[in-house]
């Protein structure tokens, strides 16, 4: 994971992606139990994001670094990572005002537990939905935060059934 904080760091300095950090099923073992996954999703802003290949600048700094595709992801030493364009307000926020972890002295950006949660919370899953409780269970946040944060970003009738339906016994 530390070679995965370099390399970001590294394409953020030299202007490849202007922001990124780490959320899915990693960035949820940050507050957490471990959970099992295959990959890193990292969220990016890039230079120019109107343009059709988003990524490709991504694609080639990694390349000239000798990081190799595997299908839609990129090998980072032990791990597959996806680049995901930061694709809705909430998702844009989140990477702005995610966490900085130390990850063996290098600066590792990390959304935070409570974006986490309303990013689970709009994508609707099964497994999205454990994700929030156990967030919820592990301290990572609260229900206020969430109801809050839920509200700001239109989901607020969301979270009211999920309360419901998962929390209001």
């Keep these: 994971m530390k070679e995965l904080a370099q390399l970001l760091n590294a394409m953020q300095q030299a202007g490849?992606?202007?922001?990124?950090?780490?959320?899915?099923?990693?960035?949820?073992?940050?507050?957490?139990?471990?959970?099992?996954?295959?990959?890193?999703?990292?969220?990016v802003a890039v230079p120019a994001p109107d343009r059709l290949d988003i990524l490709s600048g991504i694609?080639?700094?990694?390349?000239?670094?000798?990081y190799p595709t595997e299908g839609e992801a990129i090998r980072v030493?032990?791990?597959?990572?996806?680049?995901?364009?930061a694709f809705?307000?909430?998702?844009?926020?989140?990477?702005?005002?995610?966490?900085?972890?130390?990850?063996?002295?290098?600066?590792f950006r990390v959304v935070r537990a409570d974006y986490l949660a309303v990013i689970a919370l709009s994508v609707g899953r099964a497994k999205d939905f454990t994700r929030i409780l156990a967030l919820l269970e592990s301290g990572g946040t609260n229900r206020e935060s969430i109801r809050i944060l839920a509200a700001q970003h239109g989901l607020a009738n969301a979270w009211q059934r999920f309360e419901s339906r998962f929390l209001n016994e």
């Design 16 to 43: 490849v992606i202007r922001n990124y950090a780490v959320f899915g099923a990693v960035a949820q073992m940050r507050y957490t139990e471990p959970v099992a996954t295959l990959d890193v999703d990292v969220l």
């Design 59 to 66: 694609y080639e700094f990694c390349a000239t670094r000798g």
């Design 77 to 85: 030493g032990a791990w597959p990572a996806q680049f995901v364009p």
């Design 88 to 107: 809705s307000p909430l998702t844009q926020e989140a990477m702005e005002k995610a966490a900085v972890a130390d990850f063996e002295g290098a600066p």
